[in-house]
């Protein structure tokens, strides 16, 4: 994991596509601006793991019921 230092209004890079802004440092929050081709999703890890999780469990309930 890279671990950077940024102020208010500085940016990243990632790739020649995707970049991040610090917007707004507050009460302990970064407030981040990101920018990224829209064929790529940008998502929240709690989002994330809410959409793994019910997934798994459409899969779970889509096999058949063991006898």
């Known amino acids: ?3 950077l230092s940024r102020k208010v209004g500085e940016r ?3 790739g020649d596509e995707i970049s991040v802004t610090v917007v707004r440092i507050a009460g302990g929050g ?3 601006g ?3 081709p829209t064929h790529l999703a940008v ?3 709690e989002l994330r ?3 793994e999780t019910e997934t798994a469990a459409d899969e779970k309930a889509s096999l058949p019921a063991r006898q």
């Open 30 to 32: 970064v407030r981040l």
């Open 34 to 36: 990101i920018d990224a």
């Open 1 to 3: 994991m890279l671990v």
């Open 49 to 51: 793991v809410a959409q």
């Open 43 to 45: 998502v929240r890890e």
């Open 12 to 14: 990243i890079w990632i």
